[in-house]
């Protein structure tokens, strides 16, 4: 039984963590979840739920009756609605001097925005891109609507 335990925790200590784990902090976590909404990380499907921590690379793609809201460490604040998909592409915030920048790709679906501290420090360092555009935030609240499936 002992050599067992031991194989165990050799497996354990050897075996590599998986993306988002402890290995990079979290860039956002989950406030509001409506329907159906999954975080799509590391080739995982995760269902979202309130607390949850989002890293960079993660993808949230909501139902038909889905919705979440999102809160970056910087304040950002993002709620998409219904058949959406959203990339966080990209993130990096320093919370000395509040200077960042901010990727994300809005796929599909609705997307609104309350900027945060990224975007008064350093005006035009948080970009949405869409399929057909890609947007270069200065501080504001906005909203934006992708039609189609791309």
Avoid: C
Avoid at 27 to 39: D, E, P, S, Y
Avoid at 48 to 76: H, M, Q, R
Avoid at 79 to 106: H, I, K, V
Avoid at 112 to 136: C, E, F, W
């Amino acid at each position: 039984m002992g050599l067992v335990v031991w194989l165990a925790a050799i497996l354990l200590i050897a075996m590599p963590s998986a993306p988002g784990a402890a290995d990079t902090p979290p860039i956002a976590q989950v406030k509001k979840v409506t329907g159906q909404v999954v975080i799509l990380r590391s080739g995982r499907r995760l269902p979202a739920k309130v607390g949850d921590p989002l890293f960079e690379k993660d993808i949230i793609e909501t139902g038909p009756d889905g919705g979440i809201g999102i809160t970056f460490v910087d304040n950002t604040v993002f709620s998409t609605g219904p058949n959406s998909q959203l990339a966080l592409d990209e993130f990096q915030f320093d919370s000395n001097n509040f200077r960042g920048s901010m990727l994300a790709d809005m796929r599909r679906g609705t997307l609104a925005v309350v900027s945060g501290d990224i975007t008064r420090s350093s005006p035009g360092a948080m970009k949405i891109k869409t399929p057909t555009a890609q947007l270069g935030v200065r501080g504001t609240t906005f909203a934006i609507q992708v039609y189609g499936d791309h």
